[in-house]
């Protein structure tokens, strides 16, 4: 099978190659049967992928240990669902998922398209096939998953040979979101290269007006809430699995993913422009590319070793592979804007400062900010160490102390913004729009104040939430008002349908909403608490209203692990609450550690307990516990996000005129009116 | 006062000041806790974990352990802050750090957020002072009057387009 894999890696890469170089000439020639060999060589590279990748997921469940890299990241006893997850565990087998779920998006687009926009998708499979090709590169000659154990024989020659188990899979990446991150963030990195063929294939086959944007939302819109669910997943992960109470630490790893999160949400707001005015049109162009160039950043920071972090893959010269395709990448879109920015040319105009155009320019700025700013804290490290020979670190308090009042900032523009008039907003229309939300975020303020929150960051964050919210829900009670009063249907009711009639406007506002809830959540960390005891059974440790008695200890021995479990029993207001078992696992395959974190969570705060192992002048067990108030809120905006991006995705439901005979009157004169066939208004999606 | 009282109200002086000197004891112990907690916060762990020394949480992590070990005694000796992160810096590097000093190059990581605040926000004034057109006068009722059915067509059609989403 490994064999198998290769060669099917190999044909991959010789069709991508002739999509390639075949579509190139496709373009110049515009014959059709080139056209199509070209696309139908892309789609036969995904195939091939696809199989590559079903080799390498069949050697995990076959245990075929002469496979190099299934020896590193698996072993018999390994879980079948973290067989799955072993996949992308390391280095090779990760570039070969990237170039699967690039296939899958490839695939699609090749086949949605393939008998539409005919002078567009040629350059697109172009620019596809090229972002292949390297991928390709990678997974064919620099770092094969397929490569096999082998040692020089007696007579000189190469002996495959086989080991009896693998190494398994790392123990922090044994946790079920393991399972779903990787491939969450992965499909958001990888989505974001459709968005930039089609600005790329657009600006070189000087396609016109904003067709690309239009074909592109969707995938723009399903890259981004991927990229959204992976990065909170991971969150999670590093909350429940890392035990060090919190859920981002600006790893580098974890800001790389972040970049093209923030640079792609800007992008969806100022396409906007474009798409209502002809606006931007090089800002959204250089937006999307900038999008891609940090989503290759992001995957050279991890594989390169050049910054440190707990997420990167072992250092290797697989970096240099990255930083070449970057430039290059920065060369072709520099020299296409250059020979086509005339093809760019819009009529910027703006009625007023204080429109939904100034507001999206404020929306990019600050998004902007925020990635250029996480950009050269993560970088500063490399730079300081180039300038002055040490590296100075830069920590989670120093991108806490420059992004929080930009998230503020930011999470201001989402209440404000949406409320704006395109062109100009009216002294009327502000009055009308902000003076309840304004009114109640600051009656918010008072009451937070009143009942102790002293914490500045905090506090404006959310009386901003209580704001933001109040605006998002007058639009909602608006709309739906009028449609109950034409309707008489429930308000509830009313407000589902005027969000299916504008999904992309209402589903908006519920992405919005949800981001709100992320922000309450982040307006809790100010708050949180800790203690640490070393503890015997019988011994008690207090934190807030919770007291942990320690009963005892229990260990079980699993196919894959040993564990040692705490058995703490929870008491709240002098009552026994509930019992927590955080544990430590021991991996005898490749003889290391990890913990399982106990968790009692409540809309209100996070109990998180943490066997932290022994004291190592007593010996005696320490148990770490967090009091974290608000996380759950993160959680659950993240899904009101996602729900608010499928939302977006529907079509809209609309009034469509439907023609139907009219009933006849006999007695009435002849006019224009009855001759023409009656309108009957009838509800209906498009 | 009788001598019973008089035992009485000493006993309750000596109670109460063994109280206090055990609550003052206990308040400076929580107080060194505090302050070594927040020096802490401003290192990072030393075991390439990449995270604030105070919040590594490694399972079996002997580096932090040390770390912190070495800071509660600097604390309990009472040296200043400085101190302790000249300390630290001599030991480690200044890759001990969690955020970058205020001084020298790392002015630099500092001072960038805010300039590209303060330019961004300027460029997006001067886009907009630009892109700002003087408005028409309002049309004239006649000239309203006398508007095309293709005009008034293609202004519905931009006015939809406009306000649809």
């Not at chain 1, 964050?461 to 449609?483: D, H, K, N, Q």
Request: charged fraction near 15%; charge should be positive; hydrophobic fraction near 50%.
């Amino acid at each position: 099978m490994d064999v198998f894999g290769s060669f099917a890696l190999l044909l991959a890469f010789l069709c991508a190659g002739y999509a390639f170089v075949g579509g190139i000439f496709a373009i110049r020639t515009r014959h059709p049967l080139l056209v199509k060999s070209a696309r139908q060589a892309g789609i036969a590279t995904c195939g091939l992928i696809f199989l590559a990748t079903a080799s390498l997921v069949y050697l995990f469940f076959s245990d075929s240990y002469w496979v190099s890299y299934v020896v590193a990241h698996s072993n018999r006893d390994l879980a079948t669902f973290y067989k799955i997850a072993a996949l992308w565990s390391g280095q090779e087998g990760s570039l070969l998922f990237w170039s699967f779920l690039l296939a899958i998006y490839v695939f699609s687009v090749l086949l949605v398209y393939r008998n539409k926009n005919g002078e567009l998708m040629p350059y697109v499979g172009v620019v596809l096939a090229g972002v292949q090709i390297f991928f390709l590169t990678l997974n064919n000659f620099v770092a094969s998953p397929f490569k096999v154990l082998a040692s020089t024989g007696a007579n000189g020659t190469l002996e495959i040979f086989t080991r009896a188990d693998g190494n398994g899979l790392t123990p922090l990446l044994q946790y079920p979101e393991m399972v779903i991150h990787p491939p969450n963030l992965y499909s958001g990195y990888t989505g974001f290269t459709i968005p930039f063929a089609f600005a790329l294939g657009a600006l070189l086959a000087r396609y016109p007006g904003e067709k690309w944007i239009h074909l592109t939302r969707k995938w723009t819109m399903i890259a981004w809430c991927f990229q959204t669910m992976g990065i909170l997943l991971g969150a999670h992960w590093a909350y429940a699995v890392l035990g060090w109470g919190g859920y981002w630490g600006w790893d580098p790893v974890e800001n790389a993913s972040l970049l093209p999160w923030l640079t792609g949400t800007a992008f969806l707001h100022s396409v906007m422009m474009q798409e209502k005015r002809g606006m931007m049109k090089v800002w959204n162009v250089w937006l999307v590319f900038t999008t891609f160039m940090l989503c290759i950043l992001g995957t050279l920071l991890t594989r390169s070793g050049v910054v440190s972090s707990v997420h990167a893959f072992a250092q290797s010269s697989i970096g240099n592979y990255f930083v070449g395709f970057l430039l290059l990448i920065f060369a072709v879109c520099f020299v296409a804007y250059l020979k086509n920015r005339d093809y760019l040319k819009s009529e910027n105009q703006l009625d007023s400062m204080v429109s939904r155009e100034s507001s999206f320019l404020f929306n990019n700025l600050i998004l902007l900010v925020s990635c250029i700013a996480v950009l050269s804290g993560t970088l500063f490290p490399v730079f300081s160490e180039w300038f002055s020979g040490s590296r100075i670190s830069v920590g989670a308090p120093f991108f806490n102390k420059v992004n929080v009042p930009i998230g503020l900032l930011l999470l201001f523009l989402t209440g404000v913004g949406p409320l704006l008039a395109w062109r100009k907003t009216s002294t009327d229309s502000l009055k009308r729009n902000f003076g309840w939300p304004l009114v109640i975020g600051l009656l918010a303020g008072v009451v937070f104040f009143a009942l102790g929150l002293r914490e500045f960051f905090s506090l404006v964050c959310l009386i901003l939430c209580v704001f933001v919210t109040s605006t998002i829900g007058m639009e909602f009670f608006r709309g739906a008002r009028v449609i109950r009063s034409r309707s008489g249907a429930s308000f509830l009711a009313s407000a589902v349908d005027l969000t299916m009639r504008n999904t992309r406007r209402y589903g908006g506002y519920i992405v919005h909403m949800g981001m709100v809830l992320i922000f309450v959540g982040l307006a809790g960390a100010a708050f949180n608490r800790d203690a640490q005891k070393d503890m015997q059974p019988g011994s008690t440790l207090q934190i807030g209203g919770y007291k942990l008695l320690l009963q005892g200890f229990d260990s079980k021995v699993e196919k894959n692990y040993t564990s040692e479990r705490m058995i703490v029993e929870v008491w709240r207001d002098n009552k026994p609450l509930m019992m927590l078992y955080p544990e430590r696992r021991f991996f005898q395959t490749n003889e290391q550690s990890g913990t399982m974190v106990a968790i009692y969570s409540t809309l209100r705060e996070d109990l998180y307990v943490v066997y932290a192992g022994q004291n190592p002048e007593t010996q005696a067990p320490v148990v770490h516990a967090y009091l974290n108030p608000l996380v759950k809120w993160i959680w659950l905006g993240g899904l009101v996000v996602v729900l608010g991006t499928l939302v977006t995705l529907l079509p809209n439901r609309r009034a469509v005129l439907v023609l139907s005979g009219a009933p006849e009157r006999a007695a009435q004169p002849a006019s224009a009116q009855t001759l023409a066939p009656s309108v009957a208004l009838r509800e209906g999606h498009d | 006062m009788t001598k019973r009282r008089l035992a009485a109200f000493f006993l309750v002086i000596a109670l109460s000041a063994s109280s206090s000197a055990l609550l003052s004891s206990h308040l400076q112990a929580q107080q060194a806790d505090n302050r070594a907690k927040q020096i802490g916060g401003k290192f990072m762990c030393m075991c390439s974990c990449n995270q604030v020394l105070t919040q590594c949480n490694h399972v079996g992590c002997t580096t932090s352990a040390s770390m912190l070990k070495h800071l509660d005694e600097a604390v309990a000796r009472g040296e200043s802050e400085t101190e302790i992160t000249s300390g630290f810096v001599q030991e480690f590097g200044t890759k001990v750090y969690a955020e970058p000093p205020k001084s020298g190059l790392s002015l630099v990581a500092w001072s960038l957020p805010t300039i590209y605040l303060l330019l961004g926000t300027l460029l997006v004034v001067f886009v907009i002072w630009k892109w700002r057109r003087v408005m028409p006068r309002a049309a004239t009722v006649s000239a309203v009057r006398g508007i095309s059915a293709q005009d008034l067509e293609r202004a519905r059609r931009r006015v939809t387009q406009e306000t649809e989403d």
